[in-house]
């Protein structure tokens, strides 16, 4: 005769490792999509600055191809600022924005969603090339 005294225990096994699973694709998806989000903002704002710091002295065509460059990748909220520390062969490019989580929130978890860059380029003697590059979530 069989006994069904120990058939509950292999359900709830399989149960708490279904549940553990889901956690980890709810919580890959989220953090795939600041991942994302967070390497389009810094290539925008890196290829912005580059590009601007090519025009450098010229100010106002800077300025203008920096926001194209920009748009590009969709990013149209950037602050741009020429002359960095009295230098006017310095741009600083920033830019903000905030990623829609979509799991996470809904079960209580917060782990920041906006994202900033900040990029400083100058115009080299022959190309123009990076001096600050920075990245972080808030």
Do not use: C, W
């Amino acid at each position: 005769m069989k006994s069904f005294r120990n058939q509950g225990g292999a359900s709830f096994i399989n149960i708490l490792t279904l549940a553990v699973v889901i956690g980890l694709i709810i919580t890959g998806v989220d953090f795939g999509l600041r991942y994302k989000a967070r390497k389009r903002l810094v290539k925008a704002v890196d290829e912005a600055a580059i590009a601007g710091a090519a025009l450098l002295p010229d100010e106002p065509m800077a300025k203008e191809i920096a926001r194209e460059k920009a748009a590009l990748y969709g990013i149209d909220n950037i602050t741009i600022a020429i002359p960095v520390d009295g230098d006017y062969n310095k741009i600083e490019v920033n830019a903000q924005e905030t990623v829609s989580l979509i799991f996470l929130p809904a079960i209580g978890l917060n782990p920041g969603d906006k994202i900033e860059a900040r990029t400083v380029a100058e115009r080299g003697e022959d190309i123009p090339r990076f001096v600050e590059r920075e990245h972080s979530y808030r």
